[in-house]
């Protein structure tokens, strides 16, 4: 599944939880869910954080005086 769509879920999950008239056995389910899917989100920020960074490290070690424009 993708980010989007994990938020999307996410989302949907919350929303339910909302309900008043949800049961506690139900309740505890979604919750046990989203808190799974908040690690899996946190995770996949994290990998991208890191992929950002070494393109970023990437990005500085080009000189870009030694480029030529045409």
Known sequence: MG???DIENLE???AKLEQ??????????LYA???KLGKK???????????LELLNQDL????LED????
């Open 20 to 29: 008043e008239n949800l049961s506690i056995d139900e309740g505890l389910t």
């Open 67 to 70: 480029c030529e424009v045409e």
């Open 41 to 51: 989100l946190v995770e996949e920020i994290k990998e991208s954080k890191g992929k």
């Open 3 to 5: 980010f989007e769509k």
């Open 33 to 35: 869910e989203a808190i």
């Open 60 to 63: 500085s070690r080009i000189n």
């Open 12 to 14: 949907r999950i919350v």
